[in-house]
């Protein structure tokens, strides 16, 4: 059922009309209408040649956030504020790891990475090393724009994930630029909440600057829920 009704809403030709209201009304809700129809099954995650994980959006999914989008358009002056409730990701800068998720590997907080703080890590010794950590992030892209769907061996983790309407904060010691394993490639999916692990290594750099301070090498990348916070993190 849910698979005829989105045929249907698609082939209608109602559904440009639609789209130019909404963004004429509220051109955030309109960018965002654009973005979510745009970014079916692009939540997929390349593990190894051959392999994929695949976490697809169902229709049915599809036809509720145009249910919503369309709700929202119609709240007078309310679109803008109910777009960035319904898009904001829980920020992770000040959570403590409470349990790794891979075994092997130490689970890093995103406090720990801060250069000011008395309990970062110190760069001159376990970082430098090579340690093995895994990361909870948003995937974010780093020198150059780039697509949803676009397959990528490199990309920029962050704390935080931002909205339709407001970036996220990137500051160099929040900021982890992932290199991928030789031959291993991800579907680039902007701002999904992602499992990261490699091998940390720290740069010398402004802080507050806007370059990465932190690689990891190496790198696994697996797409993560948003209950794994509360079960590994306090």
Known sequence: MASLIYSAIRA?????????????????????????????????????????KHVAISRAHEVRTL??????????GGGTVAIIAFTTQPDLNELTPVASHTAGFSLLGWESLLRDQTHALDAGSVI?????????????????????????????????????IHSAHRFGDQM?????????????????????????????GDPVGDRPLYTIEQARAELAGREEIRKHFR
């Not at 249910?67 to 007078?76: D, S």
């Not at 990361?135 to 909205?163: C, K, S």
Request: aromatic share 6%; no cysteine.
């Open 176 to 204: 982890i630029t992932v290199h991928l394993r030789s031959g291993t490639r991800a579907r680039f999916s902007l701002r999904a909440l992602l499992w990261v692990s490699g091998s940390l290594q720290a740069l010398a």
């Open 67 to 76: 249910a919503l989008i369309v709700a929202l358009a119609m709240i007078p």
């Open 12 to 52: 209608s030709p109602l559904i440009g009309e639609l789209r130019s209201l909404i963004a004429h009304h509220s051109p955030a809700v309109g960018n965002y209408s654009a973005e979510a129809l745009r970014s079916r099954n692009l939540y997929s995650v390349r593990v190894g040649i051959g392999r994929k």
């Open 128 to 164: 430098a090393s090579g340690a093995a950590v895994e990361v909870l992030g948003y995937m974010m892209d780093g020198n150059r724009a780039l697509e949803n769907g676009e397959w990528v061996q490199e990309f920029t983790l962050l704390p935080e994930a931002g909205n339709p």
